[in-house]
C-alpha cells in the first residue's frame, strides 16, 4: 500500500457511458428510449479539482460539450488512459484553453499514446503549422508516481484485453476505465483509496472490459469505502435498476454526479 498523501479532492462525472455512449445512435431498447437524465451517458471521462487546479482524465469525443455543461474556465493538464477514440478525438478542442490560459495543455500518457496521438492530430506537430491549431505539450507517464505542482499522482498498470492502459490514483480516489485485468502488485497500489471508480460495462462477460461481476471481485480485493461504477453500456440496464440490484457502497455513477472528500 503506497503512503498516503491527502488532499482535499472535487470530482466530478463528466460522462459514464462506454464508446457509443447513453442512447446508442438508432437503439430503441428502454435504456436508451429512457427519459431519466441518468440513462443520458456520454463518454467516459472524470474532472478532479484538487487545490484550484483542474485535471481532466481523458478527452473523448464529448470533450467540448462537458467542458461547457461544467462550466470549466481552466484545464491544468489531461491525463490519459489510452488511445482508443472514446478517450482522446475531443483533444482537438483544447484551443479554448490555449488560448484563454496563453499556454499549450499539458497532456499526461505513455509513449504507445503519445505516437497515437502523433499520427492522429498530426497538425498539431507539424514543422509549418496553420494558425490557430491546439497546442499539446506531451509528458511521459510511466509506471512511477510522478507530480503536477506537487499533487501526486500514481499510474496503475491494467489491461484492456491485451492493451496496456493506465489508471490513475491520487490521495484517496481511484479512477480505473477500460480494464478487464488488474494484476496483484497493481491492486496493491489501490488499497486504501476511499473511492474507487471502476468500469463495469454490463452484466454479461466481454472481452475487454469488466462486467458487474469481475468489477464486484475487484471491490473485495481492494475494500474501497465507496465504489461508482462507470463505462456503463445501455445493455447494463436502467438506472433506476440498477440503483436496487448493487451491493452496499456500490453505486452506478452517472453524468455530473459530483463528490467531495
Ligand atoms: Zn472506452
Ligand atoms: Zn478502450
Redesign the pocket.
Known amino acids: 500500500m503506497p503512503k498516503l498523501d491527502k488532499y482535499k479532492i472535487e470530482v466530478t462525472f463528466l460522462g459514464t457511458g462506454?464508446?457509443q455512449g447513453v442512447p446508442v445512435i438508432a437503439c430503441n431498447c428502454d435504456v436508451c428510449e429512457s427519459v431519466d437524465l441518468k440513462d443520458k451517458r456520454l463518454?467516459?471521462s472524470i474532472l478532479i479539482k484538487i487545490n484550484g487546479n483542474n485535471f481532466v482524465i481523458?478527452a473523448?469525443p464529448d470533450f467540448r460539450q462537458q467542458m461547457l455543461c461544467e462550466k470549466i474556465s481552466s484545464l491544468r493538464s489531461i491525463l490519459l488512459?489510452?488511445e482508443?477514440?472514446?478517450?482522446i478525438f475531443g483533444l482537438d478542442d483544447i484551443r479554448s484553453f490555449n488560448w484563454i490560459q496563453n499556454h499549450p495543455t499539458d497532456i499526461y500518457a505513455e509513449k504507445r499514446v503519445q505516437e497515437a496521438i502523433k499520427r492522429i492530430f498530426n497538425y498539431v506537430f507539424a514543422e509549418y503549422k496553420y494558425p490557430g491549431i491546439p497546442k499539446m505539450k506531451l509528458h511521459s507517464v510511466s509506471n512511477k508516481s510522478f507530480t503536477i505542482d506537487g499533487i501526486r499522482f500514481i499510474p496503475i498498470r491494467c489491461y484492456?484485453h491485451k492493451l496496456p492502459v493506465y489508471g490513475y490514483r491520487v490521495g484517496d480516489l481511484t479512477y480505473i476505465?477500460?480494464t478487464n485485468y488488474i494484476p496483484d502488485e497493481e491492486l496493491e497500489k489501490i488499497k486504501g483509496s476511499k473511492i474507487l471508480i471502476i468500469?463495469a460495462l454490463r452484466k454479461e462477460k466481454h472481452i475487454s472490459?469488466f462486467n458487474l461481476d469481475e468489477a464486484l471481485d475487484v471491490v473485495e480485493k481492494v475494500k474501497p469505502e465507496k465504489t461508482f461504477l462507470t463505462?456503463i453500456s445501455h445493455a447494463f440496464g436502467l438506472y433506476s435498476n440498477l440503483k436496487e440490484e448493487l451491493p452496499e457502497d456500490v453505486y452506478s455513477a452517472y453524468d455530473g454526479l459530483r463528490l467531495e472528500f
Open positions: 462506454t464508446s463518454r467516459s481523458d473523448g488512459t489510452h482508443h477514440v472514446d478517450h484492456h476505465t477500460d468500469n472490459h463505462h
